[in-house]
């Protein structure tokens, strides 16, 4: 497993943009695919993107467009590039590390403490 940490949240307007990243401790990061999830409050955490060991990607449909993820294997990070921010519900994003490549939140096994967003109309 490795360690993770986000930063970047924040409020933001609709229609601005934000960046998130995700910085990981340990050897293996490479080995990982690395997602974002989100959670608002009341509702399961959902998938947003991910991003696997040869650069491949997806994204939820929500967000396919609008927001792109990236990693940095040399540096341990992976961040996610958020634009077109819509007013929705708050919410906590997620970052997670996983040996598998799909958008179950079950196939992570490291996750990072999270960090809020909140997009104002």
Do not use: H
Request: charged residues 15%; contains cysteine.
């Amino acid at each position: 497993q490795v360690q993770l940490v986000e930063s970047g949240g924040g409020l933001v307007q609709a229609g601005g943009s934000l960046r998130l990243s995700c910085a990981a401790s340990g050897r293996t990061f490479s080995r990982y695919t690395m997602g974002w999830f989100r959670q608002a409050p009341g509702k399961e955490r959902e998938f947003v993107a991910i991003i696997r060991t040869g650069g491949s990607t997806d994204y939820a449909a929500s967000v396919k467009g609008r927001f792109t993820i990236s990693r940095d294997n040399a540096k341990n990070t992976v961040s996610l590039q958020m634009n077109s921010l819509q007013p929705e519900a708050p919410a906590v994003y997620y970052c997670a590390a996983g040996p598998v490549s799909g958008s179950s939140p079950s196939g992570y096994n490291s996750w990072g403490q999270g960090t809020q967003v909140t997009v104002s109309s």
